[in-house]
C-alpha cells in the first residue's frame, strides 16, 4: 500500500465554521507533511511531524491547527477561515530517513471558504 | 537558502516530439532532486529522484533527467512524448539542514507540458 488517502475530497466552509481536513497512510511512515498549494502556484510546506511531533511550522496563521494523533493519522483543524484561505491541502509522508526522503502525496482537499 | 527556478511556465509540444523541461537550484549545501507530476486536480506523483551516484535517472515512462553539479540543473528529458504526459511538472529539492530526515521540499513555480496531437 503506497497510498495517501485524504478525506474529505471537497470542502465548502463558511468563516465561522469549524471543520477538519484528514489525512492517512499506512506506509509506517513517521514524518507527515501538510502543504497548502494555490491555484497555478507550486505547493508550500506548512507544518512537519517527525515521530507525531510537531517539528516544523511555517509562520501558518493559527487559524489552522494540526494534529498528530498516533503514526499513521494526521489532521488539520480549521477555524473562523478567510476567502484567501481557498486552496489545495495536500497532505505528505516520508520514512524519516536520511537515505530514503521520498514523499507520497495524496489526492488533496479541494477547501473553498466562502 | 535553496531555490528552484523552473523558467518555462509552459512548454507546448506536438505528440512524439521530444521535451526538455528546464531546472536550476540554488544551494550553499547538498541537496536531494526530485521532478513530481501533478495531472489535473489531482495531488503530486514522484516522477523521478536524485539521491547520489549516477547523474542519470530515470523514470518507468520514459522520462530521464540529468543532475548537473557544475550547472546547477536538473532538466527533464522525454525522447517521444504522449498526449498522455500533459500535465504540470515541478522540480523541487531538499532541504538537508534539517538532517535529511525530514523531507523539507522546496518547489519551483512549475512547468506546464501542453502535448499537441
Known amino acids: 500500500d503506497t497510498e495517501v488517502t485524504q478525506t474529505p475530497k471537497h470542502l465548502v466552509m463558511g468563516m465561522t465554521n469549524k471543520k477538519s481536513l484528514k489525512c492517512e497512510q499506512h506506509?509506517?511512515?513517521?514524518?507527515m507533511y501538510w502543504y497548502k498549494q494555490k491555484a497555478k502556484k507550486p505547493p508550500e510546506l506548512m507544518f512537519v511531524?517527525?515521530?507525531?511531533?510537531?517539528?516544523i511550522n511555517e509562520s501558518v496563521p493559527s487559524r489552522f491547527s494540526p494534529e498528530c494523533p498516533n503514526s499513521s493519522l494526521l489532521n488539520l483543524h480549521l477555524h473562523a477561515l478567510q476567502p484567501e484561505d481557498s486552496a489545495l491541502y495536500l497532505c505528505?509522508?516520508?520514512?524519516?530517513?536520511?537515505?530514503?526522503?521520498?514523499?507520497?502525496f495524496g489526492q488533496g482537499t479541494r477547501l473553498t471558504v466562502v | 537558502a535553496q531555490s528552484v527556478t523552473q523558467l518555462d511556465s509552459q512548454v507546448p509540444v506536438f505528440e512524439e516530439a521530444p521535451v526538455e523541461l528546464r531546472c536550476n537550484y540554488s544551494s550553499s549545501v547538498s541537496v536531494y532532486l526530485f521532478w513530481y507530476v501533478q495531472y489535473p486536480n489531482q495531488g503530486l506523483q514522484l516522477l523521478l529522484k536524485y539521491l547520489s551516484g549516477s547523474t542519470l535517472v530515470e523514470s518507468i515512462n520514459g522520462f530521464e533527467a540529468e543532475f548537473n553539479k557544475s550547472q546547477t540543473s536538473f532538466h527533464l528529458r522525454k525522447p517521444s512524448v504522449h498526449i498522455s504526459d500533459t500535465a504540470e511538472y515541478f522540480c523541487?529539492?531538499?532541504?538537508?539542514?534539517?538532517?535529511?530526515?525530514?523531507?523539507?521540499?522546496?518547489f519551483g513555480t512549475g512547468t506546464l507540458l501542453a502535448v499537441q496531437p
Open positions: 511531524y517527525s515521530y507525531e511531533k510537531l517539528s
Open positions: 506506509m509506517g511512515h513517521r514524518a
Open positions: 523541487a529539492v531538499s532541504d538537508l539542514r534539517y538532517g535529511g530526515a525530514t523531507n523539507k521540499l522546496i
Open positions: 505528505a509522508s516520508s520514512q524519516v530517513d536520511i537515505g530514503n526522503t521520498e514523499a507520497f
